[in-house]
């Protein structure tokens, strides 16, 4: 995977929450605060991240 955020800009800094991975398929994976905004599908699950950290991925994605 390669990370697309945790410049040291993010809430976190450089630790490592939150942020946003690419994988090698090209898939997107978020890590975040595990969120309890409804109850997902079996299987699924929802994380909270800040905008800060979308707008930092789109950046280094180049979208």
């Known amino acids: 995977m390669t990370r697309l955020?945790?410049?040291?800009?993010?809430?976190?800094?450089?630790?490592?929450?939150?942020?946003?991975?690419?994988?090698?398929s090209g898939s997107i994976v978020v890590q975040g605060d595990v969120s309890d905004a409804f109850t997902p599908p079996q299987g699924e699950?929802?994380?909270?991240?800040?905008?800060?950290?979308?707008?930092?991925?789109?950046r280094a994605l180049g979208w």
């Open 45 to 58: 699950g929802l994380v909270e991240i800040p905008e800060s950290v979308l707008r930092e991925a789109v």
């Open 5 to 24: 955020t945790g410049n040291g800009n993010s809430p976190c800094g450089e630790d490592d929450c939150p942020n946003v991975y690419r994988t090698a």
